[in-house]
């Protein structure tokens, strides 16, 4: 490395450290350094291109090298990318491996998934206290977020709604014990309460916002960004070149520190967190089985199953009854995973990788030096 560069990179690592830019990166792209290439972070991906913040500002870069078959393999909001410094179009020529990876699992078979969000250190699941606990519905979220990689928090929202501090207390032991080794905190984005315990949580990575509509996500996001961004859809952006770009950002520095990621896909994650949803979609299926001799029927081949007289009556279609088994059964497997043994197994793994990053990441500095 030449002195040119050396001061090139430190400037860089000064304007992308907002962005989460750390040592750990820098350390990864040198390589892309050494060939000129400019270091960003991906914050917003659109078909065949993305809009990538960079030492030089928001650039609009193509994804055309870094969209391979595999779905999670392709560039998404939260990876860090080696951009070209110019060209019409430039280039995003490679991401760095991921840390963590949020991908939404589907049940059909063919496909793999879809990655959402890359690199994410905290799942903020957002459970509003002006409904009533669905703490199965909370141990999905969880799941999806220990799966992912990043570490769970629970935000209890809505806190104002209830100003009896002993039935506040009943609510949090509720959720802890639902959620070993998860931080919960209650907040209330109308009066400000808990967000600046949340603020400073946050500022040591990249977060994402989880939760079921209406819990208060985004009032929650615009409170700690100070401004209301979320409910704007559209801001004008202008590219390298100087040609006006319509963009929406998904990924947004915090002032306090901190990132905060929110793609639409992301928020889609609630669509899968079936759970009562099955029940909703295939209510008439819950009717019939209310009728079963057995109360744990399972409507396969028990006697007196109410939902099999349906299908042999007519009344219910086989090829409905059939995509309610498969949603349960994938809904078993979800729930399956948040099983305390496997949350502890992957709590000691993924402790074991932040050691061996750290590790990785302190020869690094004491290479340099
Ligand atoms: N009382 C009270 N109401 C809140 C609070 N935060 C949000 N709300 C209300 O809850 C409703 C839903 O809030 P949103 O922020 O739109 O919820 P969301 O999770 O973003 O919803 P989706 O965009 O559908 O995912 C709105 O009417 C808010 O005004 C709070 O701290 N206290
Ligand atoms: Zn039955």
Known sequence: MNLSSLSASSASSHLLAPYGWDEGWEAEFAPYAEQGFL???VVRVDR???DVVTPVGTVRADTA???PHDPLRVVCTGDWAAVEPAG????????LPRRTAFVRSTSSKRSEGQILAANVDHAVIAVSLAAELDLGRLERFLALAWESGAQPVVVLTKADLVPDAVTLSYLLQDVQQTAPGVQVLPVSSRRGEGLDALAALLAGGTAVLLGQSG??????ANALLGEDVMTVRETRDVDGKGRHTTTTRNLLALPGGGVLIDTPGLRGVGLWDAGSGVGQVFSEIE????RCRFHDCAHVAEPGCAVLA???????SERRLESYRKLLRENQR?????????????RREWKRRGAQGRAAMEMKRGRRR
């Not at 819990?215 to 929650?220: A, D, P, V």
């Not at 979800?334 to 992957?346: C, F, G, H, Q, S």
Request: aromatic fraction near 8%; glycine fraction near 8%; hydrophobic fraction near 40%.
């Open 88 to 95: 019409t179009p430039r280039y995003v020529r490679a991401y």
């Open 65 to 67: 090298f870094v969209t």
């Open 48 to 50: 065949g291109q993305c």
């Open 310 to 316: 349906a299908v042999a009556d007519g009344e219910l």
């Open 39 to 41: 270091p960003g972070r």
């Open 287 to 290: 009717d019939f089985a209310a």
């Open 215 to 220: 819990t208060g996500k985004s009032t929650l």
């Open 334 to 346: 979800i729930v399956a995973k948040t099983d305390a043994r496997v949350r502890a197994e992957l």
